[in-house]
């Protein structure tokens, strides 16, 4: 067998064996299970009478859930840019203005 054949034979079975080697990682399975809660979060406040120093207090899941809920009774229905936009709005005036109530900064009332 000539040089030329050895080397070819070599890389072959240097390519199935990396084959090998990677097809059998893919075949790993890892059991356990998904962590899942049924724990209700914090309560979150009437979305008419929160203020920005409550407002402030929130998770952001929180606060785009009250925001969401004011601006859907602002006018005709709520949309998630029109949302973040009035999120961004009401984070940079709460911080100057945290006794304000909320739906005052961003539904006038």
């Known amino acids: 067998m000539g040089m030329h054949a050895r080397t070819l034979t070599a890389r072959l ?3 199935l064996l990396l084959s090998a080697g990677l097809l059998a990682g893919c075949t790993q399975t890892v059991t356990g299970t998904v962590a899942q809660t049924t724990e209700p979060g914090p309560p979150i406040p009437d979305a008419t009478s929160v203020t920005c120093k409550e407002y402030a207090a929130l998770e952001e899941d929180a606060q785009l859930a009250i ?16 949302t973040v936009v009035a999120k961004t709005l ?3 005036i709460c911080e100057v203005l945290p006794s304000a109530r909320l739906s005052d900064i961003l539904i006038g009332r």
């Open 13 to 15: 079975a240097m390519g």
């Open 67 to 82: 925001i969401g809920e004011l601006m859907k009774e602002g006018s005709g229905g709520a949309g998630s840019q029109r």
């Open 90 to 92: 009401a984070d940079a």
